[in-house]
Nanobody, 122 residues
Framework: QVQLVESGGGLVQPGGSLRLSCAAS????????MGWYCQAPGKQRELVAT???????NYADSVKGRFTISRDNAKNTVYLQMNSLKPEDTAVYYC????????????????WGQGTQVTVSS
């Protein structure tokens, strides 16, 4: 079994910064892409940013130039540096791990974290 534990959310004023972390633990041989998604009240969950095991990144247009995703493969941890935050960034942010292999062979799995609240307000 694998667990994803997010941290770093909170309340911040517009223009401020936050850094989210998500650590994967448990039976892990390898992880494919990792990413961050957000869900605001009354809206569907949507992609924020993803990063492959090789470091290739992808961002939603709304966060390009403001957010930076990174990962530490040795620690099975992904980060999201959020700068120039706007009220519309307010949401629950979820971490996702794709193609998680418990062993070098066999099945792959997808895991989600429990979410961390980010509130941008003055």
């Amino acid at each position: 079994q694998v667990q994803l534990v997010e941290s770093g959310g909170g309340l911040v004023q517009p223009g401020g910064s936050l850094r989210l972390s998500c650590a994967a633990s448990g039976s892990i041989f390898s992880i494919g892409a990792m990413g961050w998604y957000c869900q605001a009240p009354g809206k569907q969950r949507e992609l924020v940013a993803t990063i492959t095991s090789g470091g290739s990144t992808n961002y939603a247009d709304s966060v390009k130039g403001r957010f930076t995703i990174s990962r530490d493969n040795a620690k099975n941890t992904v980060y999201l540096q959020m700068n120039s935050l706007k009220p519309e960034d307010t949401a629950v942010y979820y971490c996702k791990a794709d193609r998680v292999r418990p062993k070098a062979w066999g099945s792959q799995y997808v895991y989600w974290g429990q979410g961390t609240q980010v509130t941008v307000s003055s």
